[in-house]
């Protein structure tokens, strides 16, 4: 399966965006999928995940508090809504997905996922 991200870009701090996940070869309502960043100079980090079978898992709770994690299955599709943006968000976000359905304490493990997208820039100017 290949993924896809799109919809990042350039907003202003305390702007929103969408970011969405959709996967060609299969439908992404059979995998766990996980968002991920990487800000330039840092690690790739968890950002979010979501279970085919439900549950979520953030990050941080101050993340949870701006970004949601959600699907639609009809379109096959993921979304990463992101609202109070920061500077500090700035980096590019990939999607990522398994078939697997781990509990969720492990989701913000990126070596399980098998599949990652190419990832998209998302920039928060102040």
């Known amino acids: 399966v290949q993924l896809q991200a799109s919809g990042g870009g350039l907003v202003q701090a305390g702007g929103s965006m969408r970011l969405a996940c959709a996967a060609s070869?299969?439908?992404?309502?059979?995998?766990?999928v996980g968002w991920f960043r990487q800000a330039p100079g840092k690690a790739r980090e968890f950002v979010a995940a979501?279970?085919?079978?439900?549950?979520?898992?953030y990050n941080s709770d101050s993340l949870k508090g701006r970004f949601t994690i959600s699907r639609d299955n009809a379109k096959g599709t993921v979304y990463l809504q992101m609202d109070s943006l920061k500077p500090e968000d700035t980096a590019v976000y990939y999607c990522?997905?398994?078939?697997?359905?781990?509990?969720?304490?492990?989701?913000?493990?990126?070596?399980?996922?098998?599949?990652w997208g190419q990832g998209t820039q998302v920039t928060v100017s102040s």
């Open positions: 070869g299969d439908t992404l309502s059979r995998y766990t």
């Open positions: 979501t279970r085919a079978s439900g549950g979520q898992r």
């Open positions: 990522s997905a398994d078939r697997a359905n781990w509990i969720t304490g492990v989701l913000g493990d990126e070596g399980r996922y098998a599949y």
